[in-house]
């Protein structure tokens, strides 16, 4: 009998979830695996923001670093969490078809946004989400929110906050139906890839071959399109960016925009581009929201943080 390939994953409530949903797919196709839990660096540092926790990828490097030394054969990743630039050894295997990409909004009497009274304390920790927050309701108090999904629900039950960010793919996976709001993507365009799980192994692996069998088209091209857009900014997680692009009949619709930290300033591209060209047109949309500003904003929000870093 083989042995089981080996998944790694965090141990969290929602990623948890998210790898034996994997391991349920693959054991449908004979495919036996078994988890392996693996801390990081996003789970320790639950003090502060995620922008000032260093680098990029938090939730990722130590799950990169335990395939690398051949620990585990299978990792199962929120695609927004994992960087553009991936080790060499490693491969986006298999792109699941995506969950809600849209972001929810939360409250404790399920009041929506716009009937939220000033001064309401809502709770993020997303900088685009705040970002944007502060363009609809600068009258608003925003507030970090760390720590897992229970923990984040618990606070606002609590009443430390009034309302709170939630990615929608999170409370689906979790099969939670919670009273909330869907938030319009014009206004709060998502993050890159929100709402996508992704199967990383080792290039030229068994693993690798072992997991296509669940890979989605439609989603890899929409997200590879998100993630050429934000590669082409840069920034990272220190910069307010919403990146999303959805087949709509035989085109792809593309919303992306980069904004000042405080949301008073942003630059925006919404159009319909041709699905047999999607890689230049991604290209030419990320250079043009570069021109036009974006790029601007980019650097500052970068020297920003690099700034408070330093203190």
Request: with cysteine; aromatic share 4%.
């Amino acid at each position: 009998m083989k042995k089981p390939f080996r998944i790694g994953t965090r141990g969290s409530k929602l990623a948890l979830a998210q790898a034996n949903l994997v391991k349920a797919l693959l054991a449908e196709k004979g495919i036996n695996t078994e988890l392996k839990i693996i801390k990081t660096s996003g789970d320790t540092f639950t003090d502060r923001p995620l922008h000032e926790v260093q680098g990029f990828g938090v939730f990722v490097r130590e799950i990169d670093d335990s395939m690398l030394a051949g620990n585990i054969d299978i990792a199962v990743h929120s695609m927004k969490d994992v960087p553009t630039e991936r080790p060499p050894e490693l491969t986006i295997a298999a792109v699941m078809k995506r969950d809600s990409p849209y972001d929810f909004l939360l409250t404790r009497n399920n009041t929506k946004l716009n009937d939220l009274p000033p001064g309401a304390t809502i709770g993020t920790t997303s900088l685009r989400r705040r970002s944007q927050l502060l363009r609809s309701r600068p009258d608003l108090l925003i507030k970090e929110l760390r720590g897992n999904i229970d923990t984040r629900l618990r606070k606002l039950k609590e009443g430390q906050y009034d309302s709170i960010f939630m990615a929608e793919a999170g409370l689906e996976r979790m099969k939670w139906d919670l009273p909330g709001e869907r938030l319009n993507p014009d206004d709060f365009v998502p993050s890159a890839n929100q709402g996508t799980v992704i199967i990383v192994t080792k290039k030229g692996s068994a693993a690798e071959v072992a997991v296509k069998i669940l890979d989605d088209d439609r989603t890899r091209l929409e997200t590879r399109i998100e993630r050429i857009i934000i590669g082409i900014l840069g920034g990272g997680c220190l910069v307010p960016i919403g990146a999303f692009a959805k087949t709509e009949g035989d085109q792809i619709h593309v919303r992306t925009e980069v904004l000042s930290v405080d949301g008073k300033r942003e630059v925006k591209i919404d159009e319909f581009i041709n699905p047999a060209d999607y890689e230049k047109e991604a290209e030419r949309i990320g250079n043009e929201l570069k021109l036009k500003g974006g790029g601007t904003l980019v650097d500052e929000a970068v020297k920003m943080f690099a700034a408070k870093r330093g203190k």
